[in-house]
């Protein structure tokens, strides 16, 4: 059986049978009734804890979570801003591309929280083309300090949501239904793939 390990306040069943990847690898499975217990608990405590903390109380969630994040520019309707990025997720169908173009910046560790890299949607392959890109971003992620979560975990807005999802942080997906983690009080967004390239080097979004 994979060890566990926690980091924070989450526990991770490592899966060991990656290729010498196991830091950045976890196996989900047995594991989703535990956290969704678990999830209710942190939503609530983290919730009193981020609405104690304020002074802006006439702000909606979203301005709050904007202002804590703020890097660039001013939260005045129609300006662009630029935030930072807490946490980010890819699946296999997109965050191929984006890694191949996050590599070719010459780029190497991520400078977010928390990355984790998805195989949950070009599962069903005849040919050899959906392996080797699941090689390549296990290999990849390894190498940039991303969370690898392979083929048969789950669907990567929902095991993102139970497993890392923490409220008031930004998250930044490659994956259309990213703004999942929104009900947990995240701002969650959603982006193309090729925007990616980038915000891991940055950590940061525009």
């Not at 890694?99 to 984790?116: N, P, Q």
């Not at 959906?130 to 990567?156: E, F, M, P």
Request: proline share 2%; aromatic share 10%.
């Amino acid at each position: 059986m994979s060890p566990l390990r926690k980091q924070g306040s989450r526990t991770k069943k490592l899966d060991s049978r990656f290729h010498g990847n196991d830091k950045y690898c976890f196996h989900n499975r047995n594991y989703l009734s535990e956290h969704r217990i678990c999830l209710g608990l942190t939503f609530m405590l983290n919730f009193v804890f981020w609405f104690s903390g304020s002074s802006k109380l006439g702000q909606t969630l979203v301005y709050k979570i904007l202002g804590r994040h703020l890097v660039e520019g001013s939260l005045v309707a129609g300006e662009q801003i630029g935030i930072r990025i807490d946490q980010t997720l890819t699946q296999d169908a997109t965050g191929t591309t984006a890694f191949l173009l996050y590599e070719s910046m010459g780029a190497t560790k991520v400078k977010t929280d928390l990355s984790v890299s998805y195989v949950d949607h070009n599962m069903a392959g005849f040919g050899p083309e959906n392996h080797n890109d699941h090689l390549y971003l296990q290999t990849i992620a390894a190498k940039c300090g991303v969370y690898h979560s392979r083929a048969g975990n789950g669907i990567c807005h929902q095991v993102h949501l139970e497993r890392f999802g923490r409220p008031g942080a930004t998250l930044l997906g490659s994956d259309s239904h990213t703004p999942t983690a929104g009900g947990i009080g995240m701002l969650a967004i959603g982006a193309a793939g090729w925007t990616w390239r980038w915000r891991w080097p940055a950590g940061r979004f525009t």
